[in-house]
């Protein structure tokens, strides 16, 4: 019983750590294609 809890405890915590990663690169995509959009905006900003 404690073993199989165990065992559900690590597959909980491997799916948790593969998903914020996959999030965090998720993010890090989002900000590079905002990036260079947020650049031409303030450039056009301050002209």
């Known amino acids: 019983m404690v073993s199989l809890y165990t065992r559900y ?6 799916i948790e750590q593969s998903q914020q990663t996959l999030a965090t690169r998720t993010v890090g995509k989002i900000n590079q294609l ?3 959009a947020q ?5 056009v900003r301050t002209c």
Not at 9 to 14: A, I, P, T
Not at 39 to 43: D, G, L
């Open 39 to 43: 650049m031409r905006r303030n450039a």
């Open 9 to 14: 405890y690590q597959e909980v915590k491997s």
């Open 34 to 36: 905002l990036t260079p």
